[in-house]
């Protein structure tokens, strides 16, 4: 795991980072602004993939309030969803690298070899795995493996809404120990430059 964490932080410029960034949430736009609408227009619902929390019963109901047309306007926002579960794991993958290698704390170090840098490749698994039960459900399924597909889909869809949280939470508190180091630094440079001025 430390390998893959370092062949991470090996490509993780800030400009990398940046650029990860912005398509991700320039696919999030085109997502939330096109497809959603687009989507909820044909149905009367928003995608499930959208909806938090989500039951075995708030799917049933909706499957059952589908249209014909409900396939064809699933299939582009499955397609932009996937793209972006990918932007997103990379774009934060390549943000926390971005951290460890900039601040080389104890605590990073320790955070790196307990492999925390995979934690958005287990939320990508979720969501391409919820994607794929999704559209099997939209696309028509019956008897027990559409009970079965439901309850694959409710459990996946809880486990990547759980995993989110705890990437908003990491995120925040990788951003906040690297301002600490980084002021740490600057203040430990600081002293140093005054300690050298006065010939101490």
Partial sequence: MTALTEYFKSRASGRAVAGAVIFA???VLVQQTL???HFQAVTGFKPLDVQFPLSRYTIAIQLGAYGPDAGAAYLPFLLVDMILAVASATALVLLWAWLFRQQRTRLFSFLERGAVILVPAYTLGCDIAENIA???????LSG????ETIEFAVTVHSVRGALLDVQVILTVLFVMLFGLAAGKQERSGALRGETAINGE
């Fill in 25 to 27: 949430l320039l696919v």
């Fill in 144 to 147: 027990e493996s559409y009970v």
């Fill in 134 to 140: 999704f559209a099997r459900l939209i696309g028509g």
């Fill in 35 to 37: 497809l959603v609408p």
